[in-house]
Nanobody, 118 residues
Framework: QVQLVESGGGLVQPGESLRLSCAASGFTFINHWMYWIRQAPGKGLEWVSAISGGGGNMYYADSVKGRFTISRDNDKNTLSLQMVSLKSEDTAVYYC???????????WGQGTQVTVSS
């Protein structure tokens, strides 16, 4: 079965960096686009970033463009999100999500908490 396990969250101060990881299993990883999605306290889900199966195409929400970098290792079935210059508004639970053939995400992990606070 599909499993997505996020890790790497934590408490950091504004301006600091974090690297999130997502270990994927149960499907052919390279065949699927992957997303990072987040949910801030009291808010809905926000799409953060996307990467194509081969890793050659990447997209970002305007709110994170220039600060976050998505990447993937198809040999290790892992997805990453490098986050720099973190802001308090980046505080959220971050989820990695598998995109199905329909173009919608169909599986996501349990999430990892990122808290940016001084």
């Amino acid at each position: 079965q599909v499993q997505l396990v996020e890790s790497g969250g934590g408490l950091v101060q504004p301006g600091e960096s974090l690297r999130l990881s997502c270990a994927a299993s149960g499907f052919t990883f390279i065949n699927h686009w992957m997303y990072w999605i987040r949910q801030a306290p009291g808010k809905g889900l926000e799409w953060v970033s996307a990467i194509s199966g081969g890793g050659g195409n990447m997209y970002y929400a305007d709110s994170v463009k220039g600060r976050f970098t998505i990447s993937r290792d198809n040999d290790k079935n892992t997805l990453s999100l490098q986050m720099v210059s973190l802001k308090s508004e980046d505080t959220a639970v971050y989820y990695c999500a598998k995109v199905g053939y329909s173009g919608n995400y169909d599986y996501w992990g349990q999430g990892t908490q990122v808290t940016v606070s001084s």
